[in-house]
T-cell receptor, first 113, second 114 residues
Framework: QQQVKQSPQSLIVQKGGISIINCAYENTAFDYFPWYQQFPGKGPALLIAIRPDVSEKKEGRFTISFNKSAKQFSLHIMDSQPGDSATYFC????????????FGQGTTLQVKP | DGGITQSPKYLFRKEGQNVTLSCEQN?????MYWYRQDPGQGLRLIYYSQIVNDFQKGDIAEGYSVSREKKESFPLTVTSAQKNPTAFYLCASSSQLASGETQYFGPGTRLLVL
């Protein structure tokens, strides 16, 4: 069953607006939470990531907010640009040494000029 | 120029045919992974390998096989037992060191059935 639930499935934002994508997880055995960005026909690329002992991480226009007690984390894209139009995946890594990731179902973001 | 390469970019399979997708990495990563991507379903793990000559099934291994004879190579064979093989296949790798935080992906292979 799906262990990481991502919403919304699609999102349309005006240029300059804030894009917010949410993820929730069930398993407490996760120790690392990356976000990936994928353009059509390309492989996913790591965008930003966070550990559960940190509540927020910011890199440029991208911020992850993490709520450990609620088992939720979200990606905020500030000042969204048309070039940000892509599919975004949240993921959660199992603790231990397998490196296995569980992915959310993805959010297709369209930023309108 | 370090990275992960996948070939071919497009692959066509006939009914009853086995096909092999190539994945090579020069990042000196120990672990390698194969995912299948279908629209609206995210990425699903097919097989993974943490070390040469060893690999484990992922969530959807039926109809697929892999080998890991070299550290830098992790080919995936889609067998005739896989009845719905049309998908985008992604290979990834990661370091097993404590600093190896996450997986890095190749450009993908799109498999189509004729």
């Amino acid at each position: 069953q799906q262990q990481v639930k991502q919403s919304p499935q699609s999102l349309i934002v005006q240029k300059g607006g804030i894009s917010i994508i949410n993820c929730a997880y069930e398993n407490t055995a996760f120790d690392y939470f990356p976000w990936y960005q994928q353009f059509p026909g390309k492989g996913p690329a790591l965008l930003i990531a966070i550990r559960p002992d940190v509540s927020e991480k910011k890199e440029g226009r991208f911020t992850i907010s993490f709520n450990k007690s609620a088992k939720q984390f979200s990606l905020h894209i500030m000042d969204s640009q048309p070039g940000d139009s892509a599919t975004y995946f949240c993921a959660a890594r199992f603790s231990g040494n397998t490196g296995k990731l569980i992915f959310g179902q993805g959010t297709t973001l369209q930023v309108k000029p | 120029d370090g990275g992960i390469t996948q070939s071919p970019k497009y692959l066509f399979r006939k009914e009853g045919q086995n096909v092999t997708l190539s994945c090579e990495q020069n990042l000196n990563h120990d672990a390698m992974y194969w995912y299948r991507q279908d629209p609206g379903q995210g990425l699903r793990l097919i097989y993974y390998s943490q070390i040469v000559n060893d690999f484990q099934k992922g969530d959807i291994a039926e109809g697929y096989s892999v080998s890991r004879e070299k550290k830098e190579s992790f080919p995936l064979t889609v067998t005739s037992a896989q009845k719905n093989p049309t998908a985008f296949y992604l290979c990834a790798s990661s370091s097993q060191l404590a600093s190896g935080e996450t997986q890095y992906f190749g450009p993908g292979t799109r498999l189509l059935v004729l």
